[in-house]
């Protein structure tokens, strides 16, 4: 039996460049489930995205969605991408098993976690307060570069890295410390800063956008300090939970996330795409 894509829509193609096309996925002409080809808006045309892969359930384990992703593969490359990048829901095994024999890697996960009725209490001699006007002119800063430098890790130019965090900040914080529904802090130990907190509403609950314990305070616990503080801060907002990214390969984050109960609901997993030899 032979596995193909069809697609259901003409290519949509915003503005910006971005593309988009909907499949489904084919067995001898009978749909046999779907899958979403994209390229990425932060990451650019050079980047697609599968999504919304699935197969129905009397061609499951017969190979279907093996052939599907590497069938959009071919159009990602046709589409002039250099690497693409899929969600696979947390949990599913059988999905990280697919990523992996396709030579998919993990680049991050997408985790949560369920708030009680009380805000946890920070260690003794530590607590948190909002960011000053001058601190947050020099956190803005420092938080566009570990950006830049997350992102050209992960293979986007520096230059467009910088142009999207600085975009991004414009737009949510335009009052910076003072923007409603963000809270961007400091944790003090002792007397001594030591880390800071940004921490805003995302789809519905409290969303941890950047973290940073200073590097002459590290391995002390004032990250997990941190954490407890973004959890109370998440309450104050009236936000039933809290999430956060967390790159693959950042060991002692994830750890921390897990000790604190925090769960994986997306993996983020990514793959270069050859485009053939000269």
Not at 65 to 77: D, K
Not at 88 to 102: E, M, Q, T, W
Request: net charge neutral.
């Amino acid at each position: 039996m032979t596995t193909t894509l069809r697609p259901t829509e003409p290519l949509q193609q915003s503005a910006d460049g971005t593309r988009r096309r909907h499949y489904q996925v084919c067995v001898n002409s009978r749909p046999a489930g779907e899958i979403t080809l994209s390229t990425d808006p932060v990451f650019g045309p050079a980047t697609g995205v599968l999504d919304g892969l699935r197969i129905e359930e009397p061609d499951r384990r017969r190979g279907r969605a093996t052939v599907a992703v590497l069938a959009a593969e071919e159009v990602a490359r046709g589409w002039g991408c250099e690497r693409i990048e899929a969600d696979v829901p947390g949990g599913s095994d059988a999905g990280l098993r697919l990523a992996a024999v396709l030579g998919y890697v993990p680049r991050s996960r997408i985790m949560v976690k369920r708030l009680g009725d009380t805000a946890p209490a920070l260690p003794e001699g530590s607590r948190a307060r909002t960011m000053t006007a001058e601190e947050f002119d020099v956190w803005r800063g420092l938080a566009v570069q570990r950006y830049v430098e997350a992102c050209a890790a992960r293979g986007m130019p520096a230059a467009q890295a910088r142009e999207h965090a600085e975009r991004d900040q414009a737009k949510r914080l335009p009052q910076g410390p003072a923007t409603p529904g963000v809270s961007l802090a400091v944790l003090e130990h002792e007397g001594s800063t030591v880390g800071t907190l940004w921490l805003s509403p995302r789809d519905g609950a409290a969303y941890v956008w950047d973290v940073e314990v200073d590097a002459a305070h590290r391995g002390r616990g004032h990250g997990r300090s941190l954490m407890l503080a973004a959890e109370a801060y998440a309450l104050a907002s009236g936000s039933p939970e809290i999430g956060l990214n967390v790159f693959a390969g950042n060991t002692p984050a994830e750890r921390l996330y897990e000790s604190l109960g925090y769960t994986t609901v997306t993996h983020r997993v990514r793959k270069d795409l050859v485009q053939g030899l000269l």
